[in-house]
């Protein structure tokens, strides 16, 4: 008998909506593994209370015949340690805030619970998402269920961790410069970036540039579209509003036999931001590239440039985000060194360099995309290097190299995150030893549901689900 972590989200909801499992039972199994399967560092706070009264409530609506309940009602979920739950600790991966229990939700938060989803806790981030590795203060740090001695990167990282270890089926995240899709690829998930606007950013706005983008986060392409409705129930304030249709899981379930229209695809070796690409990595992209043509579609090689003055400029405008915490001075000390040195880049950067770095970056993702008009899909590295090891990429003496290193690992991921084009990391590749390569898809603004239409396609094509391992031995 398939244990109940095995089962996709989808299944779960299905198997609940027609009486063969309990709300509560589930949510009981998913709580006890989050409590003793997490060697993986995947959760901050195990919400047991609080879950458990969710899935009592969300039984006795069950119990009481109500008609037209959402599609994953009663599905266990994460929501990542950034945003704010009321009465449920928020740490954002900082010590300044180890004990911080907001009075109110986030947004998103609200469209998980209005979805009948099942919260069961916090997944773990580094210190307010500002590193793509997630090693925080406050948690030990995230880890790939694949190999827990390599880093499940950031600044999703405990979500991604989540749902590649079987904690549970699917998981909220966000993505400012890769944090959904990095964590994705080393910790054999699919992690979506949506299209800038298709989502809320929460009460706080739009993080004033645009790069921020919340997403799911989930083990089929199937559970990432069923998640992205429940999230897209409230779009992005202050941005156009890019299409959409009615169900993306629909779009998926329809698109998913690949007898849809032929594609043109952009195979983009290399990495746009300076790091040189492990072998692995771009074999991986290769095989892709070779699956698409044997399925009858067009594929053209166009690498991607290296161009570090985009780079430079989007971690100008990075760092500057990283300068708009309030932060009291008398706190300043217990931030990490990378925050604090992307908190003092900020306050060194003057306003008309900050604003010829936006300028910059939105000439340069004018180009880009005006260079792949012509394709429908363009298919990159996620990340250039194969899962590294916990502490690798943190340097807490020269926060400064550290940042060159970060860079350099995460790739292409800030493409979409300039461009406010869909991207979505999937587990295409694989080392030798197991370990999963992401491979990044990427398509124009608004064809969200053409991006999850190829990843299924692509999933049919090259299966992932039998890699997971979903109990391991303890990590000491």
Known sequence: MTDLHQLSAVELAEAIARRQLSVPEVTRHFLDRAATQDDVGAFTTVATEHALELADHAQARL???????PRLFGVPTAIKDLETTRGIRTTFGSA??????PEVDDEIVEAIRDGGLVDIGKTTVPEFGAACYTEPDVAPPARSPFDPARSAAGSSGGAA????AGLVPIAQGSDTAGSLRSPASVCGVVGLKPSRGLLTMGYAGHNGFGFASKGPIARTVRDTAALLDVLATRPGAGTLHPPRPDSFEDAVVRGADGSSRRLTVA??????SRGPVDPEVSAAVARVGAVL??????????????????????????SSLAGTKPIPQEY?????????????????????DLAAAIGLVQAWSRRWSLDHEDVDLVITPTVTLPPVAVGELRND?????ELADMVAFTGNTIVANATGFPSVSL??????????????ISAKWGADADLLTAAAMLEAAMPWHSRYRFDRSSVS
């Not at 587990?427 to 992401?438: F, I, M, N, R």
């Open 161 to 164: 961790a989540a749902v590649g």
């Open 427 to 440: 587990p295409l590749g694989w080392t030798d030893e197991g370990v999963p390569l992401g491979v990044m």
């Open 96 to 101: 300044i805030f180890r004990d911080f229990v």
């Open 293 to 318: 043509e044997s399925l009858g579609h067009t594929v053209v090689e166009r690498p991607q440039a290296v161009d570090t003055a985009f780079s430079d400029a989007f971690i100008t405008m990075f």
């Open 267 to 272: 195979l983009a070796q290399g990495s746009v």
């Open 397 to 401: 003496a020269d926060p400064a190299t």
């Open 63 to 69: 119990d009481a015949g109500e008609e037209g309940l």
């Open 332 to 352: 300043e000390h217990l931030l990490r060194p990378i925050v604090r040195h992307l908190r003092i880049r900020a306050r060194e950067t003057s306003s008309g």
